[in-house]
């Protein structure tokens, strides 16, 4: 009996308590959601007038949000170090946790198609260097909750010239 | 036998495994800068040379064995001018031990980081906006606010038409970046103005990398415009004066710039264009950092031939003598072990009267400042050189004239 005892104070309740908490953690974590807006497209001068967006809930009311690129095995990007990923967007919730953004024509410049820039200040299109076609995650962090969604876009190649 | 060594081993291996599990390996005392930079983005002219300044004063600490023996680590972060970047960079880095202040290269990253930099209880540096004077909170400026330092423009255009023996007030055109920095002068800067009898024309804003300012440029002058001051980070100011030399304004028009206005970089390309610009700046230019031993020798000592300094360069060495006098009194207060970015935010607050040899005015932190110095000099483009017209002035408090929400 008070081997008993021993073992489900010592085993069976830090169990039980341990497991709630994966749960929980789990549960909220997947309560919060990222829609890429297209989830497809090609790199095009057009993404500057009609950016890629991002749409999210489940975040903390009125924190500041990061959406982040994270670079697949062998991609890399102009002025990012290896292992870092990049951010191409942020938000601020709204009071019930949700949002909406875009990519500012800065980021669509420097991340999608690493452009240069010249002396002038005007993004020098001849140095880009156009990220790859594939399948990219894009992750939204809260920056207070730490609650994160992800989701994918995919970045195909432009399609053919018409002749 | 065989089994008592055998537990007793165990133990010994157990124990030896747990105390160096609790102590680790023995590390060295650092702390760290974290620098929302920009070195391949728009504005990399001006902050690669800042950063090195930067830099090179920090390697210089190091080599003589830190502060107390606690030495720097500089994380040098290429935002490319983006503020996604920058905060996604300020996440990734926020957590690292004892990082002390940051760095942001911009006042759109700056106000950005702000609010986390508050959450985090860290301390955070921005170039000149004045709404972090008009609020205070942990974030400090690197000189005087942008508003000030117009008003001070302002003072100095008011004294030449005086002295060219001119009647009634003088006209003067605004144009900048249509971005928060370049909208940040005029709030205080538009009713200093209105305080010291300068008409101001509306102003006139146009996106970073506009290629020609014709249109801008000829509408303050049809506006009546005897002074025009053009915003914007070096080259701009030098590529909004060149236009207005080509349109011939410049015969007719005093042209004058901010803190940002023509360095070495655009002096050097367009000298002819730029002759007689007026700059008002809160750290040495021209002839002036070129004469400053402190920031020369640096400079030979770790980038060789003067053939491509730049006087920013001497701000970046500012910002680490700040650091530096920051750190020094956070140690002394929290010593290592229990130092932490608050430590630092209050150190700052201390640091009233620091002198930087002559780079710029004495600091001006205090309780109740965020402003990184609050004098100023103009200086003025003669035969190709920036040269100083004007000791070191007080700014104008043009902050506390404009109600911030």
């Not at chain 2, 157990?14 to 070195?39: F, M, N």
């Not at chain 2, 202040?101 to 106000?111: A, F, L, P, R």
């Not at chain 2, 000030?148 to 003072?155: K, P, S």
């Not at chain 2, 007719?252 to 367009?270: E, K, R």
Request: glycine share 10%; aromatic share 10%.
């Amino acid at each position: 009996m008070k081997a008993l005892k021993i073992i489900t104070l010592t085993l069976i309740l830090p169990g039980l308590v341990l497991g709630a908490l994966l749960w929980t953690g789990s549960a909220s974590a997947a309560d919060a959601t990222l829609d890429v807006v297209p989830a497809e497209t090609f790199l095009s001068p057009a993404l500057i007038k009609q950016p890629v967006s991002f749409k999210g809930s489940g975040f903390a009311p009125n924190e500041m949000i990061t959406i982040e690129m994270i670079l697949p095995e062998g991609v890399t990007v102009k002025g990012v170090n290896k292992g870092e990923d990049v951010g191409i967007a942020m938000a601020t919730a709204d009071d019930k946790g949700s949002f909406s953004t875009a990519m500012q024509p800065t980021a669509t410049l420097n991340w999608f198609f690493q452009v240069g820039w010249t002396p002038l200040l005007t993004p020098d299109l001849k140095a880009a260097k156009p990220i790859p076609p594939g399948d990219y995650k894009i992750r939204a962090t809260g920056l207070d909750s730490d609650r994160a969604a992800s989701s994918t876009l995919k970045i195909v190649p432009p399609p053919p010239k018409k002749e | 036998m065989g089994k008592r060594w055998g537990v007793f081993l165990t133990m010994v291996l157990g124990i030896s495994l747990s105390v160096v599990g609790l102590t680790g390996p023995a590390s060295a005392k650092e702390v760290a800068y974290l620098s929302l930079a920009d070195y391949t983005g728009p504005i990399a002219g001006l902050n690669v040379p800042a950063d090195m300044g930067l830099e090179d004063f920090i390697k210089e600490i190091n080599t003589k064995g830190g502060i107390d023996g606690v030495t720097i680590k500089f994380i040098g972060i290429d935002t490319r001018y983006d503020v996604a970047r920058a905060v996604s960079a300020y996440k990734r880095y926020r957590r690292t031990p004892r990082l002390l202040m940051v760095n942001s290269i911009s006042t759109g990253i700056g106000k950005a980081v702000a609010r986390l930099i508050e959450a985090d209880k860290k301390a955070q540096i921005v170039p000149g906006d004045g709404e972090f004077q008009a609020h205070i909170s942990r974030t400090f400026l690197w000189g005087p606010a942008y508003q000030d330092a117009f008003a001070a423009t302002l003072d100095w255009i008011l004294d030449d038409w005086k002295k060219k023996g001119k009647s009634g007030a003088p006209v003067v055109g605004y144009l900048s970046w249509d971005n928060p920095y370049g909208r940040e002068h005029l709030r205080g800067g538009t009713e200093y103005a209105e305080k010291i009898g300068i008409k101001l024309l509306p102003p006139e804003f146009f996106p970073p990398g506009t290629l020609k300012h014709d249109v801008y440029l000829t509408r303050l002058a049809n506006a009546g415009a005897n002074y025009i001051h053009a915003g914007g980070v070096d080259p701009t100011p030098t590529n909004v004066i060149r236009d207005g030399y080509s349109l011939g304004l410049t015969k007719t028009i005093q042209f004058t710039a901010d803190y940002w206005g023509p360095t070495a970089l655009g002096v050097g390309v367009h000298a002819e264009a730029l002759e007689g610009t007026v700059i008002t700046s809160f750290f040495q230019r021209g002839e002036d950092a070129r004469n400053n031993a402190f920031v020369t020798d640096q400079w030979k000592k770790y980038r060789g031939s003067m053939d491509s300094f730049n006087e920013v360069y001497g701000m970046g060495m500012s910002w680490g003598m700040t650091y530096v006098a920051g750190l020094k009194k956070a140690l002394k207060a929290a010593g290592y072990e229990k130092l932490e970015a608050d430590d630092m935010y209050k150190a700052y607050q201390e640091l009233t009267g620091l002198e930087k040899n002559g780079i710029q005015g004495p600091c001006a932190y205090s309780p109740t400042s965020r402003l990184g110095s609050k004098v100023v000099k103009i200086y003025q483009v003669k035969a190709g050189k920036i040269v100083p017209i004007t000791d070191w002035r007080e700014a104008p408090n043009a902050v506390g004239l404009h109600s911030f929400k």
